[in-house]
């Protein structure tokens, strides 16, 4: 079967840096999706990665290693407005996203 | 522009009552894809559609129908609904690009009774 798996829940400090990890074993792999959703709101795009390495966009990096079937998203100088779930997404073989069940992370001042 | 929009937002429903959930997009895409969310569990993919006319099912197709009979509209169908319905469902489109990013409506968060 297909699986993501992501921590459930993490809190982190405002100002400091946080990793959300994601391990995945797919069908295939064809790419690795990183989101963000506020509570009550939509899934919003943050990054994608398809090979080995780390992607920098702005406070925001995503690694991803195909060997491993890992991938973690890193968060810097986080801001309050930080605090959402964070969903780990993989397209698969058929190239369908199967998605993780998101890591809820709380900022704390 | 309005990007995707889904009608209604909340709805609560008797079981075996039927209703359809719009979803309508102004980005011109090709892909829709209609997604339910529950607690503790990923997005799940109900149907999906490739382009005007064209549907397909996802990983939990049943008790639900779908049309694309425009491209900028998706519905889904629920004939007689269940409690196990209840869920908040996420309509979303996409092109089927490289990066493949799909673009989220709001959501309908929908309780079956």
């Known amino acids: 079967g297909q699986n993501i798996d992501q921590p459930t829940e993490m809190t982190a400090t405002e100002g400091a840096i946080v990793q959300i990890n994601c391990t995945y074993q797919?069908?295939?792999?064809?790419?690795l999706f990183w989101y963000q959703q506020h509570a009550g709101e939509a899934p919003t795009f943050l990054s994608y990665n398809v090979l080995d390495g780390l992607e920098e966009k702005g406070r925001f990096s995503s690694f991803l290693s195909r060997s491993k079937g890992y991938s973690y998203l890193l968060l810097k100088e986080l801001q309050m407005k930080d605090s959402a779930s964070y969903l780990c997404?993989?397209?698969?073989?058929?190239?369908?996203?199967?998605w993780g069940a998101g890591t809820k992370l709380i900022i704390k001042p | 522009n309005a990007g995707v929009t889904q009608t209604p937002k909340f709805r609560v429903l008797k079981t075996g009552q039927s209703m359809t959930l719009l979803c309508a997009q102004d980005?011109?895409?090709?892909?829709m894809y209609w997604y339910r969310q529950d607690p503790g569990m990923g997005l799940r993919l109900i149907h999906y559609s490739v382009g005007e006319g064209t549907t397909a099912k996802g990983e939990v197709p049943d008790g639900y129908n779908v049309s694309r009979l425009k491209k900028q509209n998706f519905l889904l169908g629920l004939e007689s609904a269940a409690p196990s319905q209840t869920s908040v469902y996420f309509c979303?489109?996409?092109?089927?690009?490289?990066?493949?990013?799909?673009?989220f409506g709001p959501g309908t968060r929908l309780t079956v009774l």
């Open positions: 979303a489109t996409g092109w089927r690009d490289v990066t493949d990013t799909q673009y």
């Open positions: 997404a993989v397209r698969d073989s058929n190239y369908q996203l199967i």
């Open positions: 797919t069908s295939g792999f064809n790419g």
């Open positions: 980005m011109n895409h090709e892909y």
